[in-house]
């Protein structure tokens, strides 16, 4: 990866094509790369579980208002954006000293500098505001059931310090809008999402893993833990097994909500993009895991559009 000037203004592994460098500010952008705006592939894989819950609960209810349906969409992006942004500044003020010593995060705002503590406290504040205003245009079901995911999404920033899964707390805390676009349809949950849920989980952990593998000799000189290097030089075999069992916990969620057709042809598109993901891994290669890693956004819109495609079938 080339390297920045200081003064460069722009972090490590960002795209130098963002919009964030052509539409905002100068002064704007150590935020937006608190909140990750130059890097949308985080909000996009946070949506996709979401949206996968919103469009398996129309499915499942048969009848579905489209103008409702439409709205939960709308809500979950923008939730999605506010959130990921609030937990990536939440991540980065937990892990200023750890970003300082990794090459890939060190040009980070904190690390760097060029934006104070208190200042990103207040950014993760009025972010964490806007993801409340979403939230309560849900049910109280969704709202309470929204509130204990913040327990998880606390302690991930500190799982790599003590296990070798951090991935897993991820995908717990990264997972949760698989049960709350089903929530916010029934104001209850069912068999369908909770295996919705399983699935998201063991996806993260797959593809999170590829992730990990740019930072593993980082890691393992600041002493941070990941299933990457848990996993060692053949993650191979582990991969096969996450995202088998992803696969396989997606189609029981499918089966449980009654879907046709349409959406086990998703799924089965996916699936062949995860093994290709599988099949091609050099973990040699950080520009190749980052690549691969992108490629589970096409996996999560593949999935969805198949939801969709049931829906209107």
């Known amino acids: 990866m080339t390297a920045l000037s200081p003064d460069s203004g722009r972090v490590q592994d960002a795209p130098s094509s963002s919009f964030v460098y052509r539409r905002l500010p100068r002064p704007l952008w150590p935020y937006a790369q608190l909140a ?33 349906v439409l709205w ?26 750890i970003d300082m010593a990794v090459a890939r995060t060190r040009s ?10 208190s200042s990103a406290k207040i950014f993760l504040v009025l972010q964490a505001l806007v993801g409340l205003a979403v939230l309560l ?24 310090r003590v296990t070798d899964w951090p991935q897993l707390v991820l995908g717990l805390a990264f997972s949760w809008g698989a049960l709350m676009g089903w929530s916010a349809a029934f104001g209850a949950l069912a068999v ?34 990941s299933t990457a290097r848990r996993f060692g030089d053949r993650p191979g075999p582990w991969l096969v ?30 699936s ?10 050099d973990i040699h290669d950080p520009r ?15 999935i969805f559009l198949g939801l969709i495609a049931d829906l209107l079938v």
């Open 36 to 68: 990750r705006w130059d890097r949308p592939i985080g909000w996009q894989l946070l949506l996709w579980p979401c949206w996968w819950s919103v469009a398996l609960a129309a499915v499942a209810a048969k009848t579905a208002d489209p103008g409702r």
């Open 72 to 97: 939960h969409l709308v809500l979950f992006f923008v939730g999605s954006v506010a959130m990921r942004g609030a937990g990536c500044t939440y991540n980065d003020l937990v892990d200023q000293e």
């Open 108 to 117: 980070r705002p904190l690390p760097s500098g060029r934006v104070s503590r």
């Open 137 to 160: 245009q849900f049910n109280g079901f969704s709202i309470v059931l929204c509130l204990a995911s913040l327990a998880v999404v606390a302690v991930y920033p500190f799982a790599k």
């Open 192 to 225: 369908a999402p909770v295996l919705l849920y399983l699935a998201a989980v063991v996806w993260t952990i797959g593809y999170d893993t590829i992730y990990a593998y740019q930072d593993r000799e980082d890691d393992a000189l600041v002493g941070v833990r």
């Open 241 to 270: 097994g996450l995202y088998g069992l992803a696969g396989l916990l997606l189609a029981a969620a499918l089966v449980a909500a009654g879907a046709g057709l349409s959406a086990y042809l998703g799924l089965a598109v996916a």
């Open 272 to 281: 062949v993009l995860l093994a290709y993901q599988i099949l091609v891994l």
């Open 288 to 302: 190749a895991c980052l690549a691969l890693f992108r490629m589970n956004n096409t996996v999560g819109l593949v």
